[in-house]
Nanobody
């Protein structure tokens, strides 16, 4: 059974940085994607970044390119989201998610497994 646990959220001021972590268990094959999504109050859930576990290829939403970086530590079964230059529009609950992939492309949609989320709040 896949289990995802996020941590690292918090409150920062505009321009600050945070690093989110997601510890994944139950993923028995490397052909999986791990991704970060976020959802702000009153808004739809948005895919932020994804990484292919088997090869490390990444995808980013346009809204976070050049500011956020997704990475992994396979030995720790952990995926990270380094978030720099944060602004109030980044305020949201951030979720880790997983899905199977049969290529090294990881989309930002249709994920099967979800964590409980970690809150990120950016104040001006």
């Amino acid at each position: 059974r896949v289990h995802l646990v996020e941590s690292g959220g918090g409150s920062v001021q505009t321009g600050g940085s945070l690093r989110l972590s997601c510890v994944a268990s139950g993923l028995t094959y490397s052909n999986n994607c791990l991704a970060w999504f976020r959802q702000a109050p009153g808004k739809e859930r948005e895919g932020v970044a994804a990484i292919y576990i088997g090869g490390g290829t990444t995808q980013y939403a346009d809204s976070v390119k050049a500011r956020f970086t997704i990475s992994q530590d396979q030995a720790k079964n952990t995926v990270y989201l380094q978030m720099n230059s944060l602004n109030p529009e980044d305020t949201a609950m951030y979720y880790c998610a997983a899905r199977r992939s049969y290529s090294n492309f990881c989309p930002l949609y249709e994920y099967n497994y979800w964590g409980q989320g970690t809150q990120v709040t950016v104040s001006s």
